[in-house]
């Protein structure tokens, strides 16, 4: 690999894997090898194991009770997003490196940089099934936010660190942008080297989210759209994976729970998990 090529490798990992919160955002490399490093404040086994303890309670004292498995992916999203900028406030000081992690917003710190806010968005949206993608790129200085795709199969950009504003306790605008109202944002590329690499998109939609023109949103697992996911949602399940029944239509999408395009044992499993 080029030198360009292992920053690329590297970043990209660590911009993929929020849960990484030690992960420093330098990285030591020759000719042979690539050297990870931690943050100097997380080099103790001890001191990441108690970090991620105190992350693990807030996101289930704090995050988890504003979200319902049965909630839209617009809901979920929304209820991240908002419990996010009330909960931390942003960190002017970059030389902090718990404010570049999840660890700055989800600890007693309460604080972050960009990179932070994007990530914390980043790890509940995947813990949620809202498909997202965490951006790097300009916008008015180095920055960080997210892409997220809707129940309508668009996708469309978040920016919870420029909605964190003192002004009101909830700010929407930069929440589920199209294209048309994200002008001020400039997203790296493939062709950016180093850095400045991130891979390519997915086509963004060019007008905003309206969770209003969406009549019925289908929620994964509610298979007879009852409004719950229980017993009588697994059996219909069960029988579609033993042939007895066949589910089409929504109740298909539905049923189809790890969205992998087929409803089998794995989409069985985890309904029997919840």
Partial sequence: LSPEEKLEVYFTFRHDNPQFFWLSNTVVYSSRKVIVLTYDDYKKGTVRKAALNEIIDTIDTIYRPQILLSDSLY??????????????????????????????????????????????????????????????GYANGGHAWNLVRMSDGQYYWLDATWDDQ??????????????????????????????????????????????????????????????????????????????????????????DVNEDGVVDLFDLMQLLNR
């Fill in 75 to 136: 809901k979920k999203t929304l209820a991240i997003h908002d419990t996010l900028i009330k909960e931390i406030d942003y960190s002017y000081d970059t030389s902090i490196a718990i404010s570049h992690s999840i660890a700055g917003a989800l600890t007693s710190q309460k604080s972050a940089v960009c990179e932070g806010y994007a990530k914390v968005m980043q790890l509940l949206m995947n813990s949620c099934g809202v498909e997202n993608i965490y951006i790097t």
């Fill in 166 to 255: 003192t002004s009101m306790i909830y700010q929407h605008f930069y929440f589920l942008v199209g294209d048309e109202n994200f002008t001020n944002h400039i997203a790296d590329t493939p062709e950016g080297a180093g850095t400045s690499f991130l891979y390519e998109l997915p086509e963004v939609s060019d007008k905003d989210y309206d969770p209003n023109a969406i009549t019925e949103e289908i929620h994964l697992g509610d298979i007879n759209k009852d409004g719950d996911i229980n017993l009588f949602d697994l059996v219909m399940c069960l029988n579609h994976v033993a042939k007895k029944t066949i589910l089409n239509g929504d109740a298909e999408i539905a049923a």
